[in-house]
């Protein structure tokens, strides 16, 4: 009970925010993708989080810890563009082809946001470590 | 054992509440992107107030045993400066400001107990 279980909770969130770190990574990898349809246009992904609530942990008698967790990856659903390149061997029979709808300004925001998160997580686990070690000195005083 | 107890005064159950406070904002750090979520906080002077009055006890083989009260644990939700748009009362800042007071205040408790603990080994030692 208690500081040990922040360990868990932090950890739980550092997994998230790596997921959504992963995302950005795809988003802008596929930002230049084309297609030859708008259903197989690349869109961007986002991660939805939800939080480990006590009444969601299955096993009831398993020691509760909350937290985060990645509940889904979502579409973009914003539209995606289309270009005029006939030359483009996956052009389509108008000699269109169907861009990604990823935004690298927004991706780069994200994972921004993403990293600060990661990071303020780490200074969550450092200081509860810090001071388990010195609860552990409590009797050398 | 009892004497113990009553030599290290409150500060035990404090220090438990300590890292239990500690505990629940560090979830609100780990939830801070989540949408909906709503941050909460422990109310150390009530919940410490309320585990320091007296429980009902069975004296008798034929009383019945009185269920712990429970008042949910004391975490209310906090009430925000701004509610972002996705419904999350989350603000980073003062929940890290937060936290390192939580830090401060369990590094406290921890120097009162460490003090009553080497007062006890004087008095046994006898020096």
């Known amino acids: ?141 | 054992m009892n004497m113990i107890d009553k030599a290290l005064g409150v500060h035990p159950q404090s220090l438990d509440l300590r890292s239990r406070r500690m505990e629940v904002l560090a979830q609100n750090i780990a939830n801070a992107d989540t949408p909906h979520y709503k941050a909460r906080d422990v109310d150390f002077r009530s919940v410490l107030s309320e585990s320091r009055t007296t429980t009902l006890r069975a004296t008798h083989p034929k009383h019945l045993e009185v269920a712990e009260l429970e008042g949910g644990n004391g975490v209310m939700f906090r009430n925000p400066f701004n509610v972002a748009f996705d419904g999350n009362t989350v603000e980073l800042n003062v929940e890290q400001a937060q936290y390192g007071k939580a830090a401060a205040d369990y590094q406290a408790t921890l120097n009162f107990l460490e003090n009553r603990i080497s007062g006890m080994r004087k008095a046994l030692k006898g020096e």
């Open chain 1, 1 to 141: 009970m208690g500081l040990d279980q922040i360990f868990g909770i932090a950890g739980s969130a550092l997994n998230a925010q790596t997921t959504r770190m992963n995302a950005v990574a795809s988003n802008l990898a596929n930002a230049s993708t084309v297609a030859g349809s708008d259903k197989e246009a690349f869109r961007g992904k986002r991660t939805v989080f939800k939080a480990v609530l006590e009444e969601t942990v299955q096993p009831r008698d398993v020691d509760f810890k909350g937290g985060v967790k990645v509940d889904a990856l979502t579409d973009d659903p914003s539209p995606v563009r289309r270009m005029s390149d006939p030359g483009n061997p996956l052009a389509d029979k108008d000699g269109f082809v169907y861009l990604s709808n990823v935004n690298e300004m927004t991706e780069m925001v994200e994972m921004m946001a993403a990293s600060r998160s990661y990071q303020n997580n780490v200074e969550v686990v450092n200081t509860a470590r810090q001071l388990m070690l010195r609860t552990l000195e409590i009797t050398r005083s």
